[in-house]
């Protein structure tokens, strides 16, 4: 399994979003917002699938995640496994019915639904911040 | 020149069930000038085609796809439901044999993994002979 930490690359590389969300028409959606910005955008329709991703060693430099998801996990064990395996790489996580608690300690957590604009702003200024 | 929009590239849905295999023929699909849906499962796809506002030319889907009809089925289907898409049914060589009664009646598998280059031949045959059917 890769375990790599997460390096950012210089500005004029292609830079990837991995989007895990298992609302197919969601994901069409907010994967096009994000190509719309010149970003590469990986879509997988769930957390096995993302951490799959993950672990193939595929250039990934943003994941934005649903929660509930079917599957041997969800998008809390997999920013969880992140946090661990590739660590400094941003999560972003997405519900519509986490508990707040749980929320709080994510490491970005956006509330569906959600403005789809307002998320490709928020990913694309963190991976601003991380060019070096 | 001015770049199509999304929505005037002839669609192209992908439905396989390894994001791997699915996410490699994607992009190297839109590389290609293709706006590309993907899908995971048959449920998925038949969901996208039921409800989406997507507009779909040439559905690709590996027989073995998971879901309640399966990538097998779900070709049937958008041959039965949806004529005007035109099917590329994938699978693995291993398959074929097993499959040799329903290949007959479904016309010939592209062979998965996926030659990308295939792939797109494929979909630009199917596309020329739709046009020079509608043309008559």
């Not at chain 1, 809390?76 to 999560?91: C, M, Q, S, Y």
């Not at chain 1, 972003?92 to 959600?114: N, Q």
Request: aromatic share 6%; net charge negative; glycine share 6%.
């Amino acid at each position: 399994m890769a375990s790599a930490a997460y390096r950012p690359e210089p500005s004029d590389a292609p830079r990837t979003v991995l989007v895990a969300e298992d609302d197919a028409f969601l994901r069409l959606m907010i994967a096009d917002a994000l190509r719309d910005e010149g970003l590469c955008v990986i879509e997988a329709a769930s957390a096995d699938e993302a951490f799959t991703v993950l672990s193939a060693g595929m250039d990934v430099h943003a994941v934005l995640t649903d929660v509930r998801m079917p599957g041997s996990m969800d998008g809390v064990e997999l920013t969880r496994r992140v946090g661990v395996h590739w660590p400094g790489l941003p999560v972003f996580v997405t519900s519509g019915d986490l508990d707040p608690a749980v929320a709080r300690e994510m490491p970005v957590f956006i509330a569906k639904p959600y403005d789809l604009n307002a998320v490709v702003v928020l990913i694309l200024d963190r991976l601003n911040k991380e060019v070096p | 020149m001015q770049e199509p929009a999304r929505d005037e590239l002839p669609g192209v849905m992908v439905v396989d069930a390894d994001v791997l295999v699915r996410h490699v023929l994607a992009e190297y699909l839109r590389t290609c000038g293709y706006r590309v849906i993907e899908a995971a499962s048959s449920d998925e796809a038949q969901n996208f085609l039921e409800h989406g506002e997507v507009d779909v030319d040439v559905v690709l889907v590996d027989a073995q796809a998971p879901g309640r009809v399966g990538g097998f089925g779900f070709a049937r289907w958008v041959r039965e439901k949806r004529p005007g898409i035109d099917v590329v049914l994938a699978g693995a060589p291993e398959h074929a044999a097993e499959q040799a009664a329903d290949l007959c009646e479904e016309g010939p598998h592209l062979a998965r993994p996926y030659d990308p280059q295939s792939v797109v031949d494929r979909i630009k045959r199917l596309r020329a002979a739709r046009t020079r059917v509608d043309e008559l």
